[in-house]
């Protein structure tokens, strides 16, 4: 059965970076890629960017740009996401969800979510 | 950038049909999937491709795309489809993901 595992709830002060990962079980990680899906407390579901498990490409949101980094670890299966220079309104649950090549980007497994809570 | 427009809520009676939309211009370019999203649960794929349904989904749920507005059909309501609801396209000129605003479904 196809899992994506994300790593525990996490809190940092403002001005720290975090680091949420992704682990892929189940099925060719190479064959897909991963993106990255916030949501804040009552809000909706923001894009934050996009790997390649292919080759290791990323896109990112352009409000994202320069401080967020993904990266994968092939030999674990595994994907990271990190954000820094955090803020109070970086305060959301992080999903990773899976697409796969040659279809349109839609999500068919997502991550159980990982709550990263900014407070001073 | 691209932007979806959807009704931030919704009703509907058990057993009726709830309709869900979803507007962007000219969307019938472009490939719509709904996500529906219950209370402290991650997003679950309910329709892609715009009307295409993942293994498990009931059939009660289907989906449209026309012009300007997408459609996510619920019929036969049941009261576990109270939920918040999302759609989604790829857009190819930024080759980013959209989101909707979303659309909570009460369900009377």
Known sequence: QVQLVQSGAEVRK?????NVSCKASEYTFT???IHWVRQAPGQGLEWMGIINLGGGG??????????????MDTSTSTVYMQLSSLRSEDTAIYYCARSEFGADHYFDYLGQGTLVTVSS | SYVLTQPPSGSVAPG??????????????????WYQQRPG??????????????SGIPERFSGSNSGNTATLTISRVEAGDEADY???VWDSRSDHVVFGGGTKLTVL
């Open chain 1, 14 to 18: 403002p001005g720290a970076s975090v």
């Open chain 1, 31 to 33: 064959n897909y890629y």
């Open chain 1, 58 to 71: 990323t896109g990112y949101a352009q409000r994202f740009q320069g401080r967020v980094t993904m990266t």
């Open chain 2, 16 to 33: 009726q049909t709830a309709r869900i939309t979803c507007e962007g211009n000219n969307i019938r370019s472009k490939s719509v999937h």
């Open chain 2, 41 to 54: 649960q991650a997003p679950v794929l309910v329709v892609y491709d715009d009307s295409d349904r993942p």
């Open chain 2, 86 to 88: 999302y759609c989604q």
